[in-house]
């Protein structure tokens, strides 16, 4: 599987936010980095087992293409087989009250963002159940 990093979303909410065409990630740490793993599944994938916390299920429509995008860099390609078309997406973490403690001993006088122990698990698989709506236009 692949696995990539990704900064603190800086905007308070929920943990997980489901668009049409796009999921945003809170993470719990500003200035740290928080490990994310996506996997795609033919089915629906097991549950996970503890220190997992399951924190969201939706569905979004990929009509470009899987991009990956944090606040230090451009999009990423992650190529781990998700197609255009309707997913349903699985949302888990661990590690964030970990990485709120970390974060206040961290030294700010040095440019690095370190990897925190915070991490994101996203298990895709089809929507077969999706209708896509008609666009306006």
Do not use: K
């Not at 994938?45 to 606040?71: F, N, R, T």
Request: hydrophobic share 40%; proline share 9%; charged share 20%.
């Amino acid at each position: 599987f692949a696995e990539f990093t990704a900064t603190g979303d800086w905007t308070p909410g929920p943990l997980v936010r489901f668009w049409p065409c796009s999921i945003r990630l809170a993470c719990a740490a500003d200035y740290l980095q928080a490990f994310l793993r996506v996997e795609r599944h033919d089915d629906v994938p097991a549950p996970q087992s503890p220190p997992w916390e399951h924190v969201g299920e939706g569905s979004i429509d990929v009509v470009i293409g899987l991009h990956l995008y944090s606040d230090l860099h451009n999009a990423w390609l992650p190529d781990v087989g998700i197609g255009l078309g309707a997913w349903n997406v699985r949302v888990w973490t661990t590690g964030r009250a970990e990485a709120v403690a970390l974060e206040q001993e961290l030294d700010f006088s040095t440019p690095d963002v370190p990897h925190g122990p915070e991490r994101w698990l996203l298990q895709l698989w089809p929507d077969a159940d999706f209708v896509r709506r008609p666009t306006a236009g």
